[in-house]
């Protein structure tokens, strides 16, 4: 016992020298297992954004339905915020016969919608309807979702102003589910909406 403690004794400072790498070979190793760890748990957090960013992407995807005197009638893939003109163009655009004079080109479309390009001989009125809605101009009622500042505007004691409230509210929230939700929009309290509901729709 005691040639274990003069061997400790004399060997002291080389004891402890060997305790001290040991210690620091053990943090090492714990910093990478470490890191590891954080690296993994950053793969899967980018993986999920990617996921995310994917999603929103489908989601803002539309189903717009183009008929009528255009080169190539079908069904085509829009993204949110694109507008008449731009289907018109992926659907190789107008044929000779086609009369775009009553139509809002800059119009922004949604999904489900089905816009139908007149010929000049039909000199029909226009044009863009869903499959769950009549002919916009052929319904006496204006929709609040889909409606022109203009024709908004021929609503009682609707002016320009309001107009624009209502299309900047629809276009920052998305569609009214109810004709009531128009009650949010800027200017608009309840005793307008009694004096304008029974002329307008969703």
Do not use: C, H, W
Request: aromatic letters at 6%.
């Amino acid at each position: 016992m005691q040639k274990i403690k003069d061997f400790i004794y004399y060997n002291r400072k080389d004891i402890i020298l060997y305790f001290i790498i040991i210690f620091l070979i053990i943090y090492n190793i714990f910093l990478t297992l470490s890191n590891n760890d954080f690296s993994n748990e950053e793969i899967v957090n980018n993986d999920e954004l990617l996921i995310e960013k994917d999603d929103e992407i489908i989601n803002s995807k539309m189903i717009v339905d183009i008929k009528g005197e255009i080169k190539n009638p079908n069904t085509y893939e829009a993204l949110d915020g694109e507008r008449i003109i731009d289907v018109i163009n992926k659907a190789g655009g107008l044929t000779d016969k086609a009369d775009v004079s009553n139509i809002n080109l800059s119009e922004k479309v949604y999904d489900e919608m089905i816009i139908i390009i007149p010929s000049k001989e039909s000199n029909k009125e226009i044009i863009t309807k869903n499959e769950k809605d009549s002919v916009v101009k052929s319904d006496s009622k204006i929709s609040i979702n889909n409606a022109s500042i203009e024709e908004l505007m021929t609503l009682d004691g609707i002016g320009k102003t309001k107009a624009k409230n209502i299309v900047d509210f629809r276009n920052k929230n998305g569609k009214f589910k109810s004709i009531e939700e128009i009650k949010n929009v800027s200017g608009i309290g309840d005793a307008l909406f009694e004096k304008i509901k029974n002329s307008i729709k969703v």
